[in-house]
């Protein structure tokens, strides 16, 4: 409601959310995604991945398929292990840098796990992890 460059917001469409958004003249729709049925223990790279094509991290980037620059966000009641740590930074901030070394073996780990995974549009782990913000809610 505070945020002027929100156009709208759906729920249950989509994903469970979706936001669609007009920032400096690039529409871009925001992916989220909200897991709180989850096992008392820490969030990993496994655990994103588990189920293949139909993992966390697969369903969430399949969404990368309209105009629109697609951003997405997981948001869960579990903090995550220190290899996905990096993801709950702002995305293109302080510690989200795509050319260090934690980002380099976090996309290596995925990609073992979800070898050639691609979106609609072509893009794949990188992008999703570049463009992805995990955000941890006790409540």
């Known amino acids: 409601i505070e945020d002027d460059t929100i156009q709208k917001i ?3 469409t989509h994903d469970d959310i979706v936001v669609k958004r007009l920032a400096l003249d ?4 925001e992916y989220v995604q909200v897991k709180s049925g989850e096992p008392d223990k820490l969030w990993s790279v496994a655990d994103m991945c588990a ?5 966390l991290c697969a369903k969430s980037l399949r969404k990368d398929r309209h105009k629109e620059a697609s951003r997405f966000r997981i948001v869960t009641l579990r903090a995550v ?3 996905l740590g ?11 840098g795509t050319s260090s070394e934690e980002f380099a073996k976090l996309s290596a780990a995925v990609q073992a796990k979800l070898p050639g ?3 609609p549009k072509g893009n794949g782990i990188d992008y999703w992890l570049e463009h992805c913000l995990w955000e941890v809610r006790h409540d």
């Open 10 to 12: 759906h729920c249950e």
């Open 26 to 29: 690039v529409e871009i729709v």
């Open 51 to 55: 189920s293949g094509i139909e993992s």
């Open 81 to 83: 292990t220190s290899e």
């Open 86 to 96: 990096m993801l709950t930074y702002p995305c293109y901030g302080p510690g989200r």
């Open 117 to 119: 995974l691609a979106s």
